[in-house]
């Protein structure tokens, strides 16, 4: 795969034309979808169990990050499936690149990690969802259309791991204000700080302020951890991050 130019990753019957830059994707049109992974079997077995559904199309793969850049960079799909441990470039690499220059594709982390420290680095980015790769292909087909839709996922073994330790004791819920409580929703969407600033019409710092100010009274020290104490006391309801941190 690493000898290929981005081009030539583009799935049969679409390589023969120039990819047009996504504006926008059509309620009846397929969700487009990019697989990075560095193993030939993997990308062929997701690919396989994707296009079983009549709504996604996938439109390109590649095996590294450094390719999987170049074919996100041509053809822009809706979501880009990206697993952890890639050669060169790491899965979390390109998603924060693809975070500052594509927007407007939404990642999925696809990955065999259930690490803190590579989950929480994931929603530090801002991503579109976390799944493990013992996911079944239903909740992979489900998590891609949710992600698509703009809603946060979390695997239900990793939204267990996180909750876990922060499920007892009392909710700060009446501690935070209006503000910041639109701000820990967005955070338990996936959210990055830009984002937050944009969809709430506030400055970049005015954002960091309220998050500073969220984590100091959940009592949590991370972006992580304040979406884990969101879930496990309900301070945001289920479908804000895509149905009580499973795909389904």
Known sequence: MGEHTPAEQVRSGSSERAPAVRTGRLATSPIRVVIVDDHALVREGTLQLLEQAADIEVVGQAGSGEEGLGVLELLRPDVALIDVN???????????????????????????????????????????????????????????????????????????????????????????????????????????????????????????????????????????????????HRLVVPEDHGGSGNAG
């Open 86 to 232: 890639l050669p060169g470039m790491s899965g979390l690499e390109l998603a924060r690149a693809a975070a500052g220059s594509l927007p407007e594709v939404r990642v999925l982390i696809v990955s065999a990690y259930d690490d803190y420290a590579y989950v929480a680095e994931a929603l530090e980015i801002g991503v579109g969802g976390y799944l493990l790769k013992n996911a079944s292909a239903k909740e992979l087909v489900d998590a891609v259309r949710v992600v698509a839709a703009g809603v946060f996922v979390l695997d239900q073994a990793v939204f267990g791991r996180l909750t876990r330790r922060l499920r007892s004791g009392p909710s700060a819920a009446g501690a935070l204000t209006r503000r910041e409580t639109d701000v820990l929703a967005l955070l338990a969407r996936g959210r990055s700080n830009k984002q937050i600033a944009a969809e709430l019409g506030l400055g970049l710092r005015t954002v960091e302020g309220h998050v500073s100010s969220v984590l100091g009274k959940l009592g949590v020290a991370s972006r992580t951890e304040a979406v884990a104490y969101a879930l496990g």
